[in-house]
């Protein structure tokens, strides 16, 4: 399942970044040509995050469509199914562009249950506790 490559490769960006921290949810966009659905990168994921500072954590998916252009007619649409016929014809000699990226758009971090060095657990604000 090639899942499994694209959710290490996920665990990979995600670990450079969380710099140990622990991390609740990653949003990612995928193209259309990866072929790959929320549940099913989802479990793949899970397996490979196991011991990891995403342990636990869920993948948001967002599926960029890939933009198809028929060789018959000239119609260009954008499909979430690089495999669709041409909307316009029926035709099936179609060119693609796009769909193929891997983006990770961002990380959610884990909430801390506390803030070194300040014993009343008050996060303040960004110039410091009121």
Same mark, same amino acid.
């Given at each position: 399942?090639?899942?499994?490559?694209?959710?290490?490769?996920?665990?990979? $960006?995600?670990?450079?970044? #969380? @710099? =140990?921290? /622990? *991390?609740?949810? &990653?949003? !990612?966009?995928?193209?259309?040509?990866? +072929?790959?659905?929320?549940?099913?990168?989802?479990?793949?994921?899970?397996?490979? $995050?196991?011991?990891?500072? #995403? @342990? =636990?954590? /869920? *993948?948001?998916? &967002?599926? !960029?469509?890939?933009?198809?252009?028929? +060789?018959?007619?000239?119609?260009?649409?954008?499909?979430?199914?690089?495999?669709?016929?041409?909307?316009?014809?029926?035709?099936?000699?179609?060119?693609?562009?796009?769909?193929?990226?891997?983006?990770?758009?961002?990380?959610?971090?884990?909430?801390?249950?506390?803030?070194?060095?300040?014993?009343?657990?008050?996060?303040?604000?960004?110039?410091?506790?009121?």
């Amino acid at each position: 399942m090639h899942e499994f490559g694209i959710a290490e490769a996920i665990l990979a $960006a995600v670990e450079k970044r #969380a @710099d =140990g921290r /622990r *991390v609740r949810r &990653v949003r !990612v966009r995928a193209g259309a040509l990866l +072929r790959v659905t929320e549940p099913m990168i989802n479990q793949a994921f899970s397996m490979v $995050a196991d011991g990891s500072v #995403a @342990d =636990g954590a /869920r *993948v948001e998916l &967002v599926v !960029v469509p890939v933009t198809l252009t028929c +060789r018959s007619c000239g119609r260009s649409t954008a499909s979430a199914d690089p495999f669709a016929v041409c909307p316009g014809c029926g035709g099936t000699d179609i060119d693609t562009e796009g769909g193929g990226d891997l983006v990770l758009e961002s990380i959610q971090m884990a909430e801390a249950s506390h803030v070194p060095g300040n014993p009343r657990r008050d996060r303040g604000g960004p110039l410091g506790p009121s």
